[in-house]
């Protein structure tokens, strides 16, 4: 079991111990249970969905990477495939606030990374800010998401967004989490071509400047991440977030990369290049190149 765990593990009710505790041996846990081990996980623990998630909680905010806060957030996305996914909040010392990400948007990035289509609830250990409530509102679930959150009664989306603005009233068709394709040839070596295909899954239909990041780990695996915008822009998650989300929640740290390819156009409206070799530069990643999509 990967340390982090440790002390959360402790917590944890002793029927929902013995039945995690094979689950969580792989040093590289990928922060995700299956439909069939949530089905394994409720059947061992008389747990139902709710209650699991909340279970879980201090699992994923465990995995929060609270660098300069040292406040650690976790949620759990429930996707409709049944997977349960977790989320835990982001920073990076050396860099800018900008950089950092939530624990919803890390929940339902990672759900969306590993090729969710659509969640049916967030739980969370503390109540949403606005600017979780503004990312969740690009999602295909809409304002009717549920929202679980300790003690409170149970609640939608748009109960924490009342008169919410979003993609609808720009009228965009594609939401987040829908299928998406830009359709960008693939060229270039394994890891290039993750990036490319990283960036056709963009959901950028405000700048039209899809983009993809790819990392590779001394190990060889490769953790991707698309661009998510927002309708409202800042909420907006950058390619390079939505990589090192995934790659963090599976067990592994930041001196385990050993390359970074980043796919985006040459003259697009916006440009990431600056600020995530910026960010990769401040986590001690040098070996990044840029490809141009066609």
Same mark, same amino acid.
């Given at each position: 079991?990967?340390?982090?765990?440790?002390?959360?593990?402790?917590?944890?009710?002793?029927?929902?111990?013995?039945?995690?505790?094979?689950?969580?041996?792989?040093?590289?846990?990928?922060?995700? &249970?299956?439909?069939?081990?949530?089905?394994?996980?409720?059947?061992?623990?008389?747990?139902?969905?709710?209650?699991?998630?909340?279970?879980?909680?201090?699992?994923?905010?465990?995995?929060?990477?609270?660098?300069?806060?040292?406040?650690?957030?976790?949620?759990?996305?429930?996707?409709?495939?049944?997977?349960?996914?977790?989320?835990?909040?982001?920073?990076?010392?050396?860099?800018?606030?900008?950089?950092?990400?939530?624990?919803?948007?890390?929940?339902?990035?990672?759900?969306?990374?590993?090729?969710?289509?659509?969640?049916?609830?967030?739980?969370?250990?503390?109540?949403?800010?606005?600017?979780?409530?503004?990312?969740?509102?690009?999602?295909?679930?809409?304002?009717?998401?549920?929202?679980?959150?300790?003690?409170?009664?149970?609640?939608?989306?748009?109960?924490?967004?009342?008169?919410?603005?979003?993609?609808?009233?720009?009228?965009?068709?594609?939401?987040?989490?829908?299928?998406?394709?830009?359709?960008?040839?693939? +060229?270039?070596?394994?890891?290039?071509?993750?990036?490319?295909?990283?960036?056709?899954?963009?959901?950028?239909?405000?700048?039209?400047?899809?983009?993809? +990041?790819?990392? @590779?780990?001394?190990?060889?695996?490769?953790?991707?991440?698309?661009?998510?915008?927002?309708?409202? &822009?800042?909420?907006?998650?950058?390619?390079?977030?939505?990589?090192?989300?995934?790659?963090?929640?599976?067990?592994? @740290?930041?001196?385990?990369?050993?390359?970074?390819?980043?796919?985006?156009?040459?003259?697009?409206?916006? +440009?990431?290049?600056?600020?995530?070799?910026?960010?990769?530069?401040?986590?001690?990643?040098?070996?990044?190149?840029?490809?141009?999509?066609?």
């Amino acid at each position: 079991m990967n340390s982090r765990f440790d002390s959360a593990f402790t917590q944890l009710p002793a029927s929902l111990q013995a039945v995690l505790q094979p689950l969580l041996a792989d040093e590289h846990f990928p922060g995700m &249970f299956t439909a069939p081990e949530v089905a394994h996980i409720k059947q061992h623990t008389g747990l139902n969905d709710n209650e699991l998630a909340f279970a879980l909680l201090p699992l994923a905010a465990a995995c929060a990477r609270a660098e300069i806060s040292h406040f650690n957030v976790g949620a759990i996305a429930r996707g409709v495939s049944g997977n349960l996914y977790f989320g835990g909040n982001m920073e990076f010392t050396s860099t800018t606030m900008q950089q950092t990400v939530h624990a919803e948007q890390s929940a339902i990035t990672h759900a969306w990374m590993r090729g969710e289509k659509k969640l049916e609830s967030i739980t969370v250990n503390y109540t949403p800010c606005g600017h979780c409530r503004q990312f969740m509102n690009e999602l295909n679930s809409g304002t009717h998401l549920p929202i679980h959150l300790p003690n409170v009664p149970p609640a939608t989306l748009g109960d924490y967004l009342p008169n919410a603005f979003g993609p609808r009233d720009l009228d965009i068709k594609t939401l987040l989490l829908d299928d998406e394709d830009h359709h960008f040839a693939l +060229v270039g070596d394994d890891l290039t071509q993750a990036a490319i295909v990283a960036a056709n899954r963009s959901h950028s239909p405000y700048s039209q400047a899809p983009a993809g +990041v790819a990392l @590779e780990t001394q190990d060889g695996n490769i953790f991707v991440g698309s661009y998510a915008e927002n309708a409202a &822009f800042n909420p907006s998650l950058p390619p390079l977030q939505a990589a090192l989300n995934v790659l963090s929640l599976s067990g592994y @740290e930041y001196r385990e990369i050993k390359r970074a390819v980043l796919a985006e156009r040459r003259e697009a409206s916006l +440009v990431q290049w600056p600020a995530i070799s910026a960010t990769l530069n401040a986590i001690g990643v040098k070996n990044i190149n840029q490809v141009f999509l066609d």
